[in-house]
């Protein structure tokens, strides 16, 4: 019987050494994937970077987005969000986990500017930019027009021709900006947030001429839709042509179909105005000519009246009038003091009649006692000795009671 061979040892590895070659192996085969799922534990950190679960019903796979991807998204992620995220597979030799790292990302069934734009048409209709309420009226007659847009192209050129042609007396001034591009946005609310310290501007047109989406992107972003909330003076919004509608158009207190028209919206034209003005002047000669018919019938009616007719007739006639109300007045004012006077003698004879005094001066006198002005009405009251004070018509004497009789 042979002999067994002994079995070779295993060759063993490190856990590093097979993470490496994981790695190796995963990193290698999946250089640039797409994957289609659904956005889970969506977590934004200090730094910038998003991370994140992409699932399906049957699995999930960690995801990651950079800082610098992260800035280029034009819309907002949140959980339950089904995108298509294109990246490679890298392996984190420390967890030994692994992570799709994204560098694009669409949403499934519409485009991403598509879903930005919807994101922040929801989110600035529920803050009330749009609200009708808030929009301001354009002056009928503005002193300056500014006008923020590229100072090069059609749109800058059509504006200044119309607003030549319509209202020439009115200055213009040009913002240039850039409306296309990363710079675009920023450039464009810089410019709303300072139009105002322009001396004489009451009324701004921003906007640019027609494009692709991704061209007129600066106009659907959140600063420049609240840059036109906050401008000072009132905003007319002319982005690209009559079926191209941005968010700044909403938020605006006019929108215009086109630049054209918005060069339109902001001026009087010089024949309207005087088409106007002269049918003004028309109605304003009538009125007057009505008023002075009016005017001229009253006054001859008034001229017929008989205290107008024979003026001093009139006042003599009221100055009698006085004159007899002021006799009669005269006269009542004696007869009730000649009442009141007789009156006042009528009761005082009755009370002089009724004095002690008139008793007393027809030889009656009053006896009290002297101290205590007691009046004595018997002899009783007055026990010899007593010092008594009698009271005559005239003075009164002190006396003291020698004798006492009881009649």
Known sequence: MAARQPEPDPEVLTVSEVTRQIKDSLEGNFPDTWVQGEISNLK???????????????AQLGAILWRSGAARL??????????????????????????LVVNR????????????????????????????????????FPRRIALVTSPTGAAVRDMLQVLARRWPATPVVIVPVAVQGAEAAPQIA????????????????????????????????????????????PVVSAVGHEVDVTIADHVADRRALTPTEAATLVTPDR???????LRAGERLAAGLKHQARTARARLEGLSA????????ERLHELSRRVDDLDARLRR????????????????SAALHALSPLQVLGRGYTVTRIAGTGQVVQESGQAPVGTRIETRLTRGRLVSRVEEQHDQ
């Not at 994101?119 to 609200?131: H, M, N, R, V, Y």
């Not at 024949?271 to 003005?277: A, G, H, N, S, V």
């Not at 009246?305 to 001093?312: I, W």
Request: overall charge positive; hydrophobic content about 45%; aromatic content about 8%.
């Open 44 to 58: 934004r950190a200090t730094s910038g970077h998003l991370y994140f679960t992409l699932k399906d019903a049957g």
């Open 74 to 99: 034009k819309f907002d992620l949140h959980d339950g969000l089904e995108v298509i995220a294109a990246g490679a597979i890298e392996v984190y030799e420390a967890r030994g986990t692994y992570s």
């Open 105 to 140: 990302l669409a949403p499934v069934g519409m485009g991403g500017l598509e879903l930005a734009f919807r994101q922040l048409f929801e989110k600035l209709q529920a803050e009330g930019l749009f609200d009708p309420a808030r929009k301001r009226g354009l002056p009928m």
């Open 190 to 233: 810089a410019a709303l947030r300072d139009v105002h310290r322009i001396p004489g501007v009451d009324v701004v047109i921003t906007g640019r001429g027609g494009g692709s989406l991704e061209d007129l992107w600066a106009f659907n972003t959140e600063i420049v839709a609240r840059a036109i909330h906050a401008c000072q003076v």
């Open 271 to 277: 024949q309207e105005l005087r088409q106007y003005l």
């Open 305 to 312: 009246r008989r205290a107008l007719a024979r003026p001093h």
């Open 332 to 347: 009542g004012l004696r007869n009730r003091l000649d009442q009141l006077q007789a009156q006042l003698a009528s009761r």
